[in-house]
């Protein structure tokens, strides 16, 4: 069966029927096209998909409080470095609210109730660095719940990935179809689903033995969830589908042929061009909109002074 996801050989055949580009040109090699790609899922696809606040490219990293440090990194795939929510969840599993607050306010937030539910949860964005308030937390212990919206990885030549043709949940082995050449020496690895949305399943696992040339096989200490026949196995930061729903995948094959219409200085099919990208954008963006239509969402006002009265609000 055919698959309908664009993958890097694919998406660079759907780029040259749409620029009329003859399969033998030479003006544009492969490199050419992933780096368009890239940029253009940089410059075009993020922006178009968070515009719509649908949380599609959410995640989070839960980080463990014990005392020795107050400060904690922004995850380096974070999304322009920025993060959409920061919360603390004590050891008995509860959520508590916290609040940003600016660098010259930092002396109003250093005292605490030293309870465990004190209301001054505080923190500040320093660098790249989430930084808890003085005296925010009673001490050691709960987690730092970071949310944010993940980068998607790095188109690249599909002669640098692998894919899974079988698992066996027995063993914890993986057996790919190949051996790319850029594997060798690696230890660290990223697996993307091969089902819309495509997304990250494993984040640089660390498998216990490794394939070679002779040895198509990946033995892990637990295998990731959801792991499936044809997902993809690449270095960190890298693979062959783009990470986002399906639907936004000829938009970015038209982005990439504009790119390339516009290096080849041919002006009428460019402002084609240009004009069917926008009915994209116009159309994809009904279908991405509005993830749940049947469930209307409720709006909150948890820091309106009726609410604030109530004794169960945590905060």
């Given at each position: ?12 055949e ?44 959410l995640?989070?990293e ?24 920061v919360r603390?969840r ?10 940003r ?16 539910n ?7 964005i320093?660098a ?31 002669d ?15 057996e ?9 020496g ?10 819309s949305?495509?997304?990250l ?10 394939p070679s040339s ?19 196995i ?23 042929a ?6 080849l200085g041919?002006s ?28 209307p ?6 820091h ?12």
């Amino acid at each position: 069966m055919a698959r309908r996801y664009l993958s890097t050989d694919t998406l660079i055949e759907s780029v040259k029927r749409r620029g009329m580009l003859p399969t033998s040109q030479k003006t544009f090699k492969e490199e050419d096209f992933l780096s368009f790609a890239n940029e253009e899922i940089d410059m075009g696809i993020i922006p178009h998909i968070l515009s719509f606040h649908e949380d599609y490219l959410l995640d989070m990293e839960s980080l463990i409080i014990d005392g020795s440090t107050n400060r904690f990194k922004i995850p380096n795939r974070a999304i322009g470095n920025k993060i959409r929510d920061v919360r603390f969840r004590d050891t008995n599993g509860n959520l508590y609210e916290m609040t940003r607050i600016q660098k010259e306010d930092e002396m109003y937030f250093q005292f605490s109730s030293g309870t465990s539910n004190s209301t001054s949860r505080t923190f500040m964005i320093e660098a790249d660095e989430v930084v808890l308030s003085q005296g925010t937390l009673p001490g050691a212990g709960g987690f730092l719940e970071i949310v944010y919206y993940l980068r998607p990885n790095q188109l690249v030549s599909e002669d640098r990935i692998c894919r899974i043709v079988s698992i066996d949940t027995n063993t914890n082995i993986v057996e790919i179809d190949s051996f790319p050449s850029n594997f060798t020496g690696e230890t660290l690895f990223d697996i993307t689903s091969s089902k819309s949305p495509y997304k990250l399943i494993a984040m640089e696992i660390e498998p216990t033995a490794l394939p070679s040339s002779s040895n198509l096989f990946f033995t892990f200490s637990t295998l990731p969830d959801n792991l499936n026949i044809n997902d993809v196995i690449a270095l960190p930061e890298e693979t062959c589908i783009p990470q986002f729903p399906v639907e936004l995948h000829s938009m970015l094959a038209q982005r990439i042929a504009i790119r390339c219409l516009e290096a080849l200085g041919d002006s009428q099919g460019l402002n084609n061009a240009m004009v069917k990208l926008q009915e994209m954008e116009l159309k994809t963006g009904s279908v991405i909109d509005d993830r749940v239509e049947g469930s209307p969402r409720k709006i909150n006002n948890f820091h309106g002074f009726l609410r604030n009265q109530r004794q169960w609000n945590r905060r």
